[in-house]
């Protein structure tokens, strides 16, 4: 049973396509300032906009994860969540964006360790050449 709206389709237009999607997406999140969501639903209902954008836009692949992802249905439903219960949903969202940050900034962190060490041996490369 496979059911998918009007994004993944959009997203198959080259060049333009999942743009268009993030901009229907965006209304979403003008709904969510204008009902009143908190900052961290605010948050993720970006952050999904933003990777169903930038993940849908890797030809193939973002078409796959187009299908699979369904932003806008997620999105729909932590702004209903977050109208439901507000302050479950707040310290939820809350959480979230906090598991969120660590994993970016462990994720930084290791990539800049990766960086300091290729660039240790290209120079070592270099001076013994």
Not at 88 to 117: E, H, K, T, Y
């Amino acid at each position: 049973n496979l059911r998918f709206g009007l994004d993944p389709l959009i997203g198959l237009i080259p060049g333009g396509g999942d743009a268009v999607g993030a901009v229907l997406g965006g209304w979403i999140v003008v709904d969510a300032i204008r009902l009143g969501a908190s900052r961290a639903t605010l948050l993720r209902i970006v952050g999904n906009v933003a990777l169903d954008a930038g993940l849908g836009a890797v030809p193939l692949i973002g078409d796959i994860f187009d299908f699979a992802w369904k932003a806008n249905l997620r999105n729909v439903a932590l702004l209903e969540r977050h109208l439901a219960a507000p302050d479950r949903a707040q310290r939820a969202d809350r959480s979230f964006n906090a598991l969120v940050l660590c994993g970016i900034s462990v994720m930084v962190l290791g990539l800049l360790a990766l960086g300091i060490l290729l660039t240790r041996w290209v120079f070592r490369a270099l001076a013994g050449a």
